[in-house]
């Protein structure tokens, strides 16, 4: 079965560059949910979207934004990246806000050097 | 907001023996799910069980079942017959029904389990 897909795997920027990451959710989920995990952390929520609009909001910095296309896949833009944002970045989708699962993809690893 | 804590960080079990990962959680809601996913050291999130806090009977998944316990706001996990395959860090999630607080997942802090043969 078709999972979620997140690209880049890897990346690797320096402080103050830019950077997007790509999730393209399994085929039908009009849902995606964009999670941050610092080292030894637990996953944190940033950002959410249901058809293209935005439904959730959490602890993302005004330095990062992020919007759902046509397609149902997803773009979080990231830029004045800082030392602290070195994270694994996760992208999970479900067929509707009321969807009960969250299905993750493999998470996008950012090194900010 | 709702808070999950796990108050274990780190577990050890043999081979073939069982463990129980605790889970507690603070909500005022009276309708919510709650699950246990595995992270291993791929960093891949697998979800291993759910429980809708209206179903009063325990999911069950295999080895995996949870002991849910609405009252004391307690979800602790249970692997029976451990494997050296589920060496991973465990997270438990809380998330709010449709119409609740919002639909993002809330995690504890995990508990790593480690394996021995």
């Known amino acids: 079965a078709a999972g979620v897909i997140q690209s880049p795997r890897h990346l690797i920027k320096e402080k103050r560059e830019t950077a997007t990451l790509k999730c393209y959710p399994i085929p039908r989920h009009d849902t995606v949910y964009w999670y941050q995990q610092g080292p030894g952390q637990d996953p944190q929520f940033l950002i959410s979207?249901?058809?293209?609009?935005?439904?959730d909001k959490g602890s993302i910095p005004d330095r990062f934004s992020a919007q759902q296309f046509s397609d149902y896949h997803s773009e979080l833009n990231m830029s004045s990246l800082e030392l602290g944002d070195s994270a694994l970045y996760f992208c999970?989708?479900?067929?509707?806000?009321?969807?009960?699962?969250?299905?993750f993809g493999p998470g996008t690893r950012l090194t900010v050097l | 907001a709702q808070t999950v804590t796990q108050s274990q960080p780190e577990m050890s079990v043999q081979e073939a023996e069982t463990v129980t990962l605790s889970c507690t959680y603070d909500?005022?809601?009276?309708?919510?799910?709650l699950f246990w996913y595995k992270q291993p050291p791929s960093r891949q999130m697998i979800l291993v069980i759910r429980q809708e806090a209206y179903k009063q009977q325990n999911a069950t998944e295999n080895r995996f079942s949870v002991n849910f316990q609405k009252a004391a706001k307690s979800f602790s996990l249970k692997i029976s017959d451990s494997q050296l395959g589920d060496a991973a860090m465990y997270f438990c999630?809380?998330?709010?029904?449709?119409?609740?607080?919002?639909?993002?997942?809330?995690f504890g802090k995990g508990t790593s389990l480690l394996v021995t043969p």
């Open positions: 909500t005022s809601e009276s309708d919510y799910y």
């Open positions: 979207f249901y058809e293209k609009m935005q439904s």
């Open positions: 999970a989708s479900s067929l509707g806000l009321a969807g009960v699962v969250q299905f």
């Open positions: 999630a809380y998330r709010s029904i449709p119409g609740g607080s919002g639909y993002a997942l809330n």
